[in-house]
């Protein structure tokens, strides 16, 4: 068995069975890892995490980036240094990971949750314009939510499953209403909007490196941004607010969020590599649509002219208008075929741990609930493998 093969999410009594999405581990990261052991620098001090930020701000084309435990930290720090304080609203799709809106909680703030688009997956970029300018009001410098009467302090676009958000209307709007965007890029490092690489459009960008995301540090995160002031924020804040360290002194209640050395190796290991993995994601998610394009009601995971997906979990969507059987069946008839499928998930309006944020429509979000079944799409996934699943898949439509 394989080191990715053991690692699975979804680990599978038998060894045919074919994973939904597991890192991809090389040699390379086994001599970086090693080497880092060998230096004795293995926790947070040390070259070993500068050189993994200032590594992956190059790839991005950013200033400044900081490495953290997790990209849920990255985004807790990242709405605090953009100046989320209590109290105030955040806007956000409600179909994204529920970490996005537990990092705005974790701030003290509120998630207000907006539909999302069906012709791409993502937020509904006219329903937050329609939002901002019907259903706020400026006063004293603040923009409030009529509604509740809270600040609104932040957009917060998230680039689901690999595929970006239409970023220059959002721009637009931010810019209008005097707003910072923090991007939710967890799901899409190496999705490219406008030619741009996503995580290039905001105030801040947060990106994860958890098991299953583009690349991994087994857990871990990155914040990213060209603004000086909020990188120093961060850091401060991400290093428990250190004033004075020979003295002991904190200058506020901060977090213990820095990633450490280890992990930072297995990093730079993985990041070395990434090009890679954007082409085998891409390459896999064309042989997908190729193979599917036959299958009535199925459509595979959009991709406009204006984007370059990275296609992070290849996804189809099953209408059960169209489909003889429904996206809850057809993932049970491959799993018993032995491959591993995912839904999506229930969208945050309908979240019990977010039962009193306020919510914009929803009926699209709670279809993609309904009709998106990701498919295995591993890097080292193999052309027989991927044909087994297509196969699998034309069998159950039959
Ligand atoms: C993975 C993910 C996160 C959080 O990243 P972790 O590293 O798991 O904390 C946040 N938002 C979205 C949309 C994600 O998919």
Known sequence: MT????????????EARIPLCVPEIS???????????????????GPEVDSFETAFAEWLGARFALATIN?????????????????????????????????????????????????T???????????????????????????????????????????????????????????????????????????????????????SFNGNKMMTTGGGGMLVTDDPKLAERARYLATTAKDDPAEGVHGAVGFNYRLT????????????RLDDFVAAKRR????????????????????????????WLASIRVDPEAAPLDRKA?????????????????????????KDAQSLGGAVAERLHREVLSLPCSCGLTAEQQDRVIAALRAAFR
């Open 284 to 311: 896999i998610a064309a042989r997908y649509r190729e193979g599917l394009a036959a299958l009535p009601g199925v459509s595979f995971m959009p991709e406009p002219d204006w984007a370059e997906c990275v296609f």
């Open 261 to 272: 050395a280890l992990q930072a190796a297995l990093g730079s290991a993985q990041l070395a």
């Open 330 to 354: 057809l993932g049970l008839r491959l799993d018993h075929a032995g491959i591993a499928t995912r839904p999506f998930w229930q969208p945050l309006h309908l979240s019990p741990a977010h």
């Open 121 to 207: 997956w993502q937020m509904d970029v006219g329903l937050l314009a329609r939002f901002l300018e019907d259903d706020c009001r400026s006063e004293g410098g603040a923009l409030r939510n009529r509604r509740t009467g809270r600040r609104i302090a932040a957009l917060l676009p998230v680039h689901v499953l690999g595929h970006p958000v239409d970023m220059d209307p959002v721009q637009r709007l931010a810019e209008r209403f005097g707003l910072p965007i923090v991007e939710d890029a967890t799901e899409s490092l190496g999705a490219r909007y406008r030619g741009r690489p996503v995580g290039r459009d905001g105030t801040v960008a947060c990106f």
């Open 3 to 14: 080191l990715s093969a053991r690692q699975a999410a979804d680990p599978a009594p038998d």
């Open 71 to 119: 990209g849920t930290a990255a985004l807790h720090l990242a709405l605090i240094a953009a100046g989320v304080e209590p109290d105030d609203e955040v806007l956000m799709p409600s179909f994204t990971f529920i970490a996005t809106a537990n990092a705005v909680r974790y701030a003290g703030a509120w998630p207000v949750f907006l539909d999302s688009a069906l012709s």
């Open 27 to 45: 040699g390379l990261e086994w001599l970086r890892l090693k080497a880092c052991l060998d230096s004795g620098w293995i926790s947070t001090a």
